[in-house]
């Protein structure tokens, strides 16, 4: 983490006080100097740099420089949180470095290069990055091969570049430089794929190394990431080093053949490492303040140890922690790890470790942690890696909503929440369930006469939640008092309907309407007659409010006509009895279907003969005033009634309600003789009833009998006279 200055304290204390990031990559305004980046950013534990230099200049390696910028995308998606962002966007017309020129197989143009000698403390070298351009989706495969490179030099490196260099900016498990025609979505901008050929025949294969998820945050932030189209997922550059020797390292980024299209690549923070633990960071907050911040009550950091490069994966590396600042273990922050040492087991290669800031309710103000690792390197140096955390107090947030006064329950009262303090957005929460974010207000209409309570709770960004209460007197004076009805007749226009109100302010004026809501007034007055059943609407208005309420006209009740016939099948000559179950009608008109039809007054029972064979349709209609209704019944005479049953062939007689007992459910039979008998020829059950059922027991009372098959025979007789004789098996199932 960066060494904050009294200027970093600043801006933290105001990123705390609310300020929150969007989903964009931001970038420090001025930009800083190449020796800044290398020093403050980009070094981790066990480098010591000197001798830095940019664009082969050291007087320009202390001057901020446009290409050279450091980026914050805490809280987005990007996959390194901070860093500094190298781009070729500056104005540097050639840089005719001949590195750059080997590996681009053309001509580099504008862009940086950050030189610079260091000493390590350890025998390896290790850093992450993530190139991305906008020469994407136009220009992959042409002669655009933007490119970058990171060129080591040293005792023991014996390269193909200037001072025997090597590049170590290559795609993972080959030699091939990182660039516009080696890494990309697989798919040539153009119909011509030759450059990409040229530049790594397996070019396509490199796609696992392209991603787009980027875009969206890249559109999102200032130029030149605003035109980004594509890059690179986490990359690692690694280097085997000799112990004490001094090295030479060349970070260098350039367009390709003309200065448009910029490209950039991304150095993490304190990724510039050398044999010793790194730490690393996650304040683990949804508040978007920086990384470094932990507030009381609301977040829980993390803290990362790596395992250093070059150790052994099965070696336990055993560390211990020291702790400065003001924030103190086990009062301010819960005890890290036991011992205070950090254990890397065989096989672990990050240990995640949560810092727990302990919420004790006082008001301390801003409290420092730095939290310190030692490593002992292959080398034998003594290296300490560092972070350092900043452990706040819960903001005192205050919640504010408006009160009002009303005079009409029609009207909506508008309603204003407003939170200060605490981490915006805030997110409020109304008595009717409705949900809105900073500036919330609301137009109310859910309210009662008198006095109305309305609770409102913010809750800011962080979780904490803050509750106030809104006033709304309702004072409405006029009302309806009454509704009446007067019932039309069934069909008939001679309902009424009245209506009458009080507690006016000036004149009132009356309105009815309907029937139906969205007819148009048809009554000026308290009372309307002359009308058909329906909904009627009525109001009130005065110089103040408008009241509404609504009634239902009704009628008297329509006539039902329903009749039972008894019985509606049969042989002729078939005698058929009618029941008169209908209501609210005063004429009755049956239609018995077979020429005979009657005219009664009453609910009184009819019967009738029907003498030939065929379907006949039997009406009822009834009248009450102007309105009828009309039943019918379908009389089936027939001279053959055709015998019928099932021979089922398997049965459960579990209890389950299904399927239990084994019928031949017959129809239309007069008689039935049937006997069942078990594979010895023992008869388990036998009836003369037409609606025999064998229950699985022995004469259905005994004994259960055991899964298995049964022969069974019976003799039927329909109602015709004609017998049949039919034989079977059946199987008996219980489970």
Known sequence: MKNWTYKGLLLVLCLIAGTVNSQQITTTTPNITPVQAVEDILLGAGINAFNITYNTSA????????????????????????????????????????????????????????EFDFVPTGDTLSFNYIFASTEYTSFTCSNYNDVFGFFISGPGINGPFTNNAENIATIPGTTVPVAINTVNSGSASGPDETPCDNADPNWQANSVFFTTSYNTLFSNSAAPMSGFNGGTVVLPANATLSCGDTFHIKLAIANDFDSGLDSGVFLEAKSFTSNAIQIGSDAGSSVNVLDSILIEGCSEGVLTFIRPDGVDINDTISAPLTFSGSATQGSDFDQLVPGDSVVLLPGVDTLFVPIDPIADGNNEGLEDLTISVMTITDCGDTVYSDITFYIDDEPYSTLNVNDTTLYCLMDSAYLYAETTGGFAPYEYQWSDGTT???????????????????????????????????????????????????????????????????????????????????????????????LSAGWYYFSIEDDVCKVNDSILLEEEPPPNADFTADPTLGAPPLTVNFTNESDNADTYDWNFGNGDSISVNDLSDQSTVYEEEGTYTVTLLITQGSCTNEATEEIVVILDFPLEYDMPNVFTPNNDGSNDEFTLNTKNAESLEIVILNRWGNVVFESSDVDAAWNGRVKNSGADCGDGTYFYKFTITGDDGKEIEEHGFVQLVRE
């Not at 290409?67 to 017309?93: R, Y």
């Not at 004072?475 to 007067?486: E, F, P, R, S, V």
């Open 59 to 114: 007087a320009d390696a202390n001057v901020a420089q446009q290409t050279v910028q450091e980026f914050d995308a805490i809280g987005t998606t990007f996959p390194i949180e901070e860093g500094v962002l190298m781009h070729t966007d500056g104005p540097t017309a050639n840089l005719n470095d001949p590195d750059l020129n080997t590996i681009t197989g053309g001509s580099a143009t504008n862009g940086a290069i950050i």
């Open 436 to 530: 809105g974010y900073t500036g919330q207000d609301i137009w109310y209409s859910d309210l009662e006469q008198g006095t109305n309570e309305i609770v409102v709770e913010s809750t800011d960004d962080c979780g904490f939640t803050y509750l106030d209460t809104a006033t709304v007197e309702m004072d409405q004076t006029l009302a309806i008092d009454t509704l009446i009805q007067y019932m039309a007749s069934c069909g008939e226009s001679d309902g009424a309907v009245s209506g009458q109100g009080s507690g006016f302010t000036g004149t009132p004026a009356y309105e009815w309407s309907g029937p139906g809501p969205n007819n148009p007034a048809n009554e000026d007055a308290t009372v309307w007659d002359e």
